[in-house]
């Protein structure tokens, strides 16, 4: 792969954004589906799969646990097991990957054996507390001194059994990782949510819909309590949807430069929750005053970028899971609106206002200088804000490598379209 530069600084196109582009396979679809094939007897076939950083360190990690992890194209992985982890022979290195550190913490529980889970400087700083306290509420020996990754399991080969209750508030991610260990125990587990504040819900039924497709067995009690049968897994072959968090921002370009971009599948053909953000990018340049987005928060930063285009300000609320993601990206948003415009973000508690002017294009028109936005090493900041560079001049994106994390074609696809990038070191 071609290093890519320091920087791409953006040229507003001239023309509407017009063409097909096809989103790469979801992140999260990928990662539940490669941790189920890994847990499930046989070999399955999973295809239309995300093939990029986040992936690649789960399916490394599975190959340390005695998975035979195939990749015959780029968007396949045919994944054989057993359905017994073993244990590796080196901690599991997951990057700054939250989906693979959050399941594997849980999943590895059934290894027979001891098994380090850590990351990067980043996830070493991402809570991870409530899951470890819910492990060990079910008998399982699992330690994080800090409440962040490295998390240390002595398994005993089996997930245990009973009722366990986990604080879903900071991340859906931790009730996800119980749910899809939860098959492997020795007896039924009941899983329930101590409250009714849960971080995007609509990705634990993506888990549920993912653990049916192997064989899982899983009955919802109440809307916070799930009854999971001790069935184990099967080998299932699975076709993998594209990625609604990428999806966003070829919604966000369409809508700035009025173009129209054919994805190849209708936003209401998506499973996943950031779909939502469509309806909302829809009513650009009129996007609601105040906007939730608890239920599609990787799409939050693609809509605050618009909201600096809109006719009236927009309000974030809901949204204070953002701080604990790869950045704090309600501070990251903020600052990055900040460093185009003086004011035009503001951090009110957790909510984010961006104070909208939809002449901002025309005022900053003659603008000479460069702004370089700050990345934070963080995917989601880097690409939505390359959609102020569609409207802006001189916006500069800085370290766009980081969007290999979850869109390894990014760019490609930008220049696809038309936009032009300028290597800046």
């Known amino acids: ?27 999260s679809i990928t990662n539940r589906a490669l941790l189920l094939a890994a847990l499930a007897n046989g070999t399955s076939h999973l295809s239309g799969a995300l093939k990029s950083k986040d992936t690649v360190l789960m399916a490394a990690a599975l190959r340390q646990m005695g998975v035979l992890v195939e990749e015959p194209d780029a968007t396949s992985f045919v994944v054989t097991s057993t359905g017994t982890l073993l244990a590796p ?50 008998g399982i020996d699992a330690t994080s001194p800090t409440g962040c990754p490295p ?52 990705y634990v039924d993506l888990t549920l819909s993912a653990m049916r497709s192997f064989g899982a067995v899983v009955e919802q009690v109440d809307a916070g309590t799930w009854l999971v049968q001790p069935t184990g897994y099967q080998a299932a072959d699975l076709l993998i949807e594209p990625d609604a968090s990428a999806a966003t921002y070829l919604w966000g370009a369409q809508a700035l430069t009025g173009g129209r971009i054919d994805l190849g599948v209708d936003a209401d053909a998506f499973t996943q929750p950031d779909a939502a953000a469509q309806a909302l990018i829809a009513q650009f340049p009129d996007m609601p005053a105040v906007i939730d987005g608890s ?25 204070a899971n953002l701080r604990v993601k790869e950045t704090d990206r309600i501070r990251a948003v903020a600052n990055e609106l900040n460093r185009i ?47 102020a560079g569609l409207r802006l001049p001189g916006i500069v994106i800085l370290d766009p490598a980081c969007t290999g994390k979850t869109y390894p074609g990014y760019w490609d696809m930008l220049a696809s379209l038309g936009v032009e990038l300028t290597a800046v070191d």
């Not at 792969?1 to 992140?27: C, D, F």
């Not at 599609?296 to 285009?309: E, G, I, R």
């Open 1 to 27: 792969m071609t290093a890519l530069p320091a920087g791409y600084m953006i040229t507003p196109p001239s023309h509407k954004l017009v063409g097909r582009v096809s989103p790469p396979g979801s992140k």
């Open 89 to 138: 022979d080196a901690p599991l290195f997951l990057g700054n990957a939250g989906t693979a550190t959050r399941f594997l913490t849980a999943a590895v529980a059934t290894v027979n054996g001891t098994v380090i889970v850590d990351g990067d400087e980043e996830m070493r700083v991402r809570p991870i507390g409530p899951l470890v306290t819910a492990l060990q509420c079910l």
């Open 151 to 202: 998390v240390t399991i002595v398994g005993t080969g089996s997930f245990g059994q009973g009722r366990v209750e986990i604080d879903g508030g900071l991340s859906s991610q931790y009730v996800s990782a119980l749910l899809m260990a939860a098959p492997l125990g020795e007896g039924p587990i009941e899983i329930a949510l101590t409250g009714s504040d849960i971080g995007a819900r609509g």
């Open 295 to 319: 239920q599609m928060q990787d799409a939050v930063p693609t809509l605050a970028v618009l909201a600096a285009f809109n006719n009236h300000p927009v309000r974030f609320v809901g949204i």
């Open 341 to 387: 415009l003086p004011g035009l973000g503001t951090e009110e508690g957790d909510d984010l206002l961006v104070a909208s002017d939809p002449a901002l294009a025309e005022k900053l028109a003659g603008r000479n200088s460069r702004v370089k936005i700050e990345t934070y090493h963080d995917h989601r900041i880097a690409m939505s804000f390359a959609l």
